[in-house]
């Protein structure tokens, strides 16, 4: 019986091994996909910062006797940028890629 019970715990402490290893290597891979969220994260931000603007509000004027409805949306900065230049008479065209 004696040879059961130690049996059994080097069993059990093989398998507590094995399951502290894949603690270990969960949590890096954790670390690694948190470290590789925050890059995008970055990277994502600076996109918003290039691409899109303030919300616009645009005020819609319903039927007489409805109420006023608001609009909110995003206007792009490059889209901006391509307005501004249209109203100075030149034109705005994205820069063509290289074939």
């Known amino acids: ?3 059961e019970y130690e049996h059994e715990l ?10 502290r290893y894949q603690k270990e290597v969960s949590e890096r891979d954790y670390r690694g996909v948190m470290l590789e969220n925050n890059s995008l994260l970055s990277k994502l931000e600076n996109l918003e910062n290039i691409f899109v603007g ?3 509000e645009k005020m819609n004027g319903g039927p007489p006797g409805s109420k006023i409805v608001t609009e909110r949306y ?3 900065k490059v ?4 307005l501004t230049e249209l109203a100075g008479s030149r ?5 063509e890629e290289n074939t």
Do not use: F, H, K, T
Request: net charge negative.
């Open 54 to 56: 303030a919300p616009i």
């Open 1 to 3: 019986m004696l040879e």
């Open 79 to 82: 889209l901006s940028y391509c």
């Open 91 to 95: 034109e705005c065209r994205p820069e």
């Open 10 to 19: 080097g069993r059990v402490r093989e398998e507590n091994s094995q399951l």
């Open 74 to 76: 995003v206007a792009s």
